[in-house]
Nanobody, 128 residues
Framework: DVQLQASGGGLVQAGGSLRLSCDASELASGLAFEDQAIGWFRQAPGKEREGVASISPTDRTTYYSDPVKGRFSISSDNAKKTVYLQMNSLKPEDTAVYYC?????????????????WGQGTQVTVSS
């Protein structure tokens, strides 16, 4: 089984910051961390899951959805096999459960269906 562990969520006031971590050190053998795209998604109550940001497996280029562009930053630490999502200038509309996931095809988060392996979510709540 592919094991992804998301953490770092919490309650923060609007304008604050949080850093989420996605620990992929338990990826199944045959799935090299540096060969996978890793994405962050979020799902608010009553809404569909949406892509937030992803980092590609080849040159580690990044993709951000429009609502978070300029406020969120995704990065990876290959040695720790961990992907981070730094979230700044948080807004109440960022409130959601955040998930990290792996795409073997290297797709960015616009292609949710190409993300095969998912971690458990971490709750982010932004108060106004």
């Amino acid at each position: 089984d592919v094991q992804l562990q998301a953490s770092g969520g919490g309650l923060v006031q609007a304008g604050g910051s949080l850093r989420l971590s996605c620990d992929a050190s338990e990826l199944a053998s045959g799935l090299a961390f540096e060969d996978q795209a890793i994405g962050w998604f979020r799902q608010a109550p009553g809404k569909e899951r949406e892509g937030v940001a992803s980092i590609s497996p080849t040159d580690r280029t990044t993709y951000y959805s429009d609502p978070v562009k300029g406020r969120f930053s995704i990065s990876s630490d290959n040695a720790k096999k961990t992907v981070y999502l730094q979230m700044n200038s948080l807004k109440p509309e960022d409130t959601a459960v955040y998930y990290c996931a792996v795409s073997i095809t290297g797709a960015d988060v616009r292609f949710l269906h190409e993300y095969d392996y998912w971690g458990q979510g971490t709750q982010v709540t932004v108060s106004s």
